[in-house]
């Protein structure tokens, strides 16, 4: 599976967007990016899952650059309860039996200030 | 629906003691992961069961062993404890083979330290 880059911490101001990067340089093309969460000490959170195309759900929306080597996960309006570490991860679309495993990297610290 | 329910919440052992960690999932998917998260780290997967009956090592296996009961249940066993196995450690389930996404549950993570 490809490697991710991502900043070690961010801020963003409650009811602002906050845009978190993630660069994915060494993606495959059958390889998805996936976003989760990790919120203080709870186990990490599934946000939404992006092939080539923009994807938004109720959480987020994700924005898969062209040449799909990076991508920004986008927070519409940050609130105190999206305070949380997240974790950008590709990995092959199709799965088969044993690899179905998540790397996860160390991720970005996104705090949110009142 | 419960989730993925974990068992203990916290427990603190000796070095050399012994202790199952239970997991347990309701949403009838074939896959199940025990990660363990260290301070500051990202999660690491130590063993997946692809489907029940099929166990396999993850990236850091050494110090424990797994047991897939049947497809609800996943167990973690530490042998003898050593104090480098002090973490969080987080039992996951997934859909697993034949789909062509994949989204993880996760428990809500057992507090072991080990003295």
């Known amino acids: 599976d490809a490697k991710t880059t991502q900043p070690p911490s961010m801020d963003c101001a409650e009811g602002r967007a906050a845009n978190l990067p993630c660069n994915h340089s060494t993606i495959s093309g059958n390889e998805y990016v996936y976003w989760y969460r990790q919120i203080h000490s709870q186990g990490p959170q599934y946000i939404i899952h992006?092939?080539?195309n923009n994807e938004t759900n109720e959480m987020a929306s994700l924005i898969i650059t062209e040449d799909r080597k990076s991508s920004t996960l986008i927070l519409p309006h940050a609130t105190l309860r999206d305070t949380a570490v997240y974790y950008c991860i590709v990995r092959v679309a199709i799965s088969n039996f044993g690899n179905e495993k998540l790397t996860f990297g160390t991720g970005t610290r996104l705090t949110i200030i009142p | 629906n419960a989730g993925v329910t974990q068992t203990p919440k916290f427990q603190v052992l000796k070095t050399g003691q012994s202790m199952t960690l239970q997991c347990a999932q309701d949403?009838?998917?074939?896959?199940m992961y025990w990660y363990r998260q260290d301070p500051g780290m990202g999660l690491r997967l130590i063993y997946y069961?692809?489907?029940?009956?099929?166990?396999d090592k993850g990236e850091v296996p050494n110090g424990y062993n797994v047991s897939r009961l049947n497809k609800r249940e996943f167990s973690l066993r530490l042998e003898s404890a050593a104090p480098s196995q002090t973490s969080v450690y987080f039992c996951?389930?997934?859909?697993?083979?034949?789909?062509?996404?994949?989204?993880?549950?996760f428990g809500p993570g057992t507090r072991l330290t080990v003295l």
């Open positions: 069961s692809a489907s029940e009956g099929t166990t």
């Open positions: 992006g092939l080539k």
């Open positions: 996951a389930s997934g859909r697993g083979a034949g789909w062509d996404w994949v989204e993880q549950f």
């Open positions: 949403m009838n998917h074939n896959s």
